[in-house]
């Protein structure tokens, strides 16, 4: 079992950042890929970034190519999300989540088997 807590969500004007935090506790961090989705209102959740378990390996989502960065901190069992040129259509709930044990990274919601409650994210134009 592993327990993840989102937490860096806010309110922010178009053109700025953000850097959302996850924590985890319960099992070995570093056996599980992570990843970031986001649900916007009225949508499905979508796939946002991934990262390897040792981080040397990231997937990003077209959307966000460029602008976001994922990184992790496996001494701290912390990944992290950096946005960056954030766009009012970034506006959502982001939710971190941990991988059910497999070694690659994956962009399917049910690649994953645990969740963290989410975070706002709202971008004003």
């Known amino acids: 079992q592993v327990q993840l807590v989102e937490s860096g969500g806010g309110l922010v004007q178009a053109g700025g950042s953000l850097r959302l935090s996850c924590a985890a506790s319960?099992?070995?961090?570093?056996?599980?890929?992570m990843g970031w989705f986001r649900q916007a209102p009225g949508k499905e959740r979508e796939f946002v970034a991934a990262i390897s378990r040792s981080g040397s390996v990231t997937d990003y989502a077209d959307s966000v190519k460029g602008r976001f960065t994922i990184s992790r901190d496996n001494a701290k069992n912390t990944v992290y999300l950096q946005m960056n040129s954030l766009k009012p259509e970034d506006t959502a709930v982001y939710y971190c989540?941990?991988?059910?044990?497999?070694?690659?990274?994956?962009?399917?919601?049910?690649?994953?088997?645990?969740w963290g409650q989410g975070t706002q994210v709202t971008v004003s134009s």
């Open positions: 989540a941990a991988r059910t044990p497999a070694p690659t990274i994956g962009r399917r919601i049910s690649d994953y088997g645990y």
């Open positions: 319960g099992r070995t961090f570093s056996n599980y890929v």
